[in-house]
């Protein structure tokens, strides 16, 4: 299994700021994947980040909105840019252990877009 | 493109009573899946995967699930639950192939236990 770690796990923002999350690891992984969850919500990719590449994103997300750091293979981050209050979500980090192919995930950052 | 379908938005039942919560998937080949668990302001718990092989899988918490191919379905079971399991329960399918992809997830199930 992996333990993931996540900062900050809850955030009231302007809207028109941004906000780094930032996403740990216990042990080093090829691929990690930001998720976010809407209000009531199921889970919606967002992208994955892959070490040493740029991250791969999904359908309606893009990468001025969402920038996405992945300097070594236990640390990610994922950036809210320019937020506007449908911005307002749970964001989840996750990483997938190769071995099992099982996914893990962090217990989320909750972002209040005001 | 793959999809998940939990046509159950909530479900109530008694505690102790026994428990299925419906999954349905569409995907191109043998997929994997998962039933994750979310408490209430908790992150997510795998409940159990299945990936090949036997078809009724056991999980933790006393859960399991039967992938039926025939009917692309993946339904959890529990024969009796207990009022901690309520929660949010998610299905999700990932890709088979090579390389890691994210998973795709249903809606969810909220399951709320009646004392």
């Known amino acids: 299994s992996a333990v993931i770690s996540q900062k900050p796990s809850r955030d009231i923002c302007q809207r028109g700021t941004s906000l780094t999350i930032q996403c740990q690891v216990d042990?080093?992984?090829?691929?990690m994947f930001w998720y976010r969850q809407q209000p009531g919500q199921s889970l919606t990719l967002i992208a994955t980040?892959?070490?040493?590449?740029?991250?791969?994103?999904e359908s309606g997300f893009v990468i001025d909105k969402f920038p996405i750091s992945r300097p070594n293979l236990t640390f990610s981050t994922l950036t809210v840019s320019n937020m506007s209050p449908e911005d307002s979500s749970i964001y989840l980090c996750?990483?997938?252990?190769?071995?099992?192919?099982?996914?893990?995930f962090g217990p989320g950052t909750r972002l209040t877009v005001t | 493109a793959q999809s998940v379908t939990q046509p159950d938005i909530h479900i109530t039942v008694s505690e102790g009573a026994s428990l299925e919560l419906r999954c349905n998937y569409s995907y191109g080949a043998t997929p994997y899946l998962f039933w994750y668990v979310q408490s209430p302001g908790q992150g997510l718990q795998l409940l159990l995967k299945?990936?090949?092989?036997?078809?009724l899988v056991q999980g933790i918490k006393g859960f399991e699930a039967e992938f039926k191919r025939s009917q692309s379905s993946f339904n959890l079971r529990k024969p009796s639950v207990h009022w901690s399991d309520a929660a949010e329960y998610f299905c999700a399918v990932g890709s088979s192939g090579g390389g890691a992809d994210g998973l795709t997830f249903g809606k969810g199930t909220h399951l709320i236990i009646q004392p």
């Open positions: 996750s990483v997938e252990v190769v071995e099992s192919r099982v996914q893990y």
């Open positions: 299945y990936f090949s092989g036997d078809t």
């Open positions: 980040a892959n070490q040493g590449s740029e991250a791969t994103y």
């Open positions: 042990s080093q992984v090829t691929m």
